[in-house]
């Protein structure tokens, strides 16, 4: 399986992490080693795995990741390098001029890498490296995706963010719109995608502005009714009036008249959303768009696929 991830720009210089100035100012602040497999969170709040971590996520020795960051910054690095640099970009933006952070504590020295580098070695590794251990670094892949690994050092560490990101505020303030507008006796689309939006959220995978899936999922399956004269079966179609938050672009047409359905066909639409959406790959081709449209990173759609998938 291969990903098609857009390269970054060939001249683009690999940047810092952050102000060098203040590089010796970061300390360990919380870290747990069993057996020589390190991970810890930094003074900052940057989650971080050492070599020897990454190296068992990947079902290899920690030497080929010393490797990747001693060629990290060559004239020619190896293709390794340029990939796991590549699938990096495509994730955060941003190609650090190292991937490990120095942190010295006393005497003793920490290279920490970022769960966001980590990331990106799973990934080519899980992916593309088809070396030995590729179903493990597969298998660890898929449940650590998103913010996984950074909830998992967190845990193992003990860590506590003093911030967290209100990452689901843009889902519950839809669903309070929404959640007493369908007619009794009726379902409504967006309520019945909840599961998969969670299932994304927990996959460090959000709705936003430019991400609105039910829109998507609502017209195909209005499609699929019409194509199999549904309403013969379980009776006519409604309307109720549904409203996006304020700071949508289409809360400018605030109320719009959606479409629901009789609670009679909720099987069916499971069945539909299941197995035709997801399974037949409109999900995967409605994404892909979103990505060409540079609405969503092209990694989502992988990742995406994988939550949605990984119970099958």
């Known amino acids: 399986m291969s990903l098609k991830i857009a390269k970054f720009p060939p001249n683009r210089r690999s940047q810092p992490y952050r102000d060098e100035t203040k590089q010796n100012d970061l300390f360990v602040e919380a870290e747990v080693n069993r057996d020589g497999v390190g991970m810890g969170v930094l003074s900052d709040g940057t989650p ?39 699938l990096l970009f495509e994730a955060t933006g941003n190609i650090p001029s190292e991937p490990h952070i120095e942190v010295w ?46 909830r998992l050092i967190y845990a193992q560490t003990g860590y ?53 899936p039910d829109i ?21 179609r409604a309307t109720y009036p549904h409203n996006f938050p304020s700071y949508f672009p289409q809360a400018a047409s605030n109320p719009q008249l959606a479409r629901c359905y009789p609670e009679d066909a909720l099987g069916e639409f499971r069945r539909w959303f299941r197995q035709d959406y997801i399974g037949d790959g409109k999900f995967r081709n409605y994404i892909s768009q979103k990505a060409a449209q540079k609405k969503l990173p092209n990694n989502y759609v992988e990742r995406a696929v994988i939550a949605l998938t990984k119970g099958d």
Not at 50 to 57: F, K, V
Not at 128 to 150: M, Q
Not at 172 to 195: H, I, K
Not at 199 to 206: D, F, I, N, T
């Open 216 to 236: 998507s999922v609502g017209r195909a399956w209005s499609t699929h009714w019409e194509k199999c004269g549904l309403s013969a079966k379980y009776g006519n």
């Open 105 to 150: 504590q006393g005497r003793k020295r920490h290279l920490a890498y970022p769960d966001t580098v980590c990331l990106a070695i799973l990934e080519y590794f899980a992916f593309e490296a088809e070396r030995a251990g590729a179903d493990l670094a597969l298998r660890n892949y898929r449940k650590l995706a998103g913010h996984g690994l950074k």
């Open 48 to 86: 971080y795995l050492n070599q020897r971590a990454i190296g068992d996520l990947c079902g290899l020795r920690n030497k080929y990741i010393g490797l990747i960051s001693a060629d990290w910054d060559s004239d020619k690095p190896t293709k390794e390098v340029v990939r796991v640099k590549e």
């Open 160 to 212: 506590v963010q003093r911030e967290v990101e209100d990452v689901w505020k843009i889902f519950r303030d839809r669903v309070s719109l929404t959640f007493d507008s369908v007619p009794a006796g009726y379902f409504g689309v967006f309520q019945e995608l909840a599961p998969m939006i969670v299932s994304l959220g927990e996959a460090g995978l959000h709705i936003d502005e430019a991400f609105v």
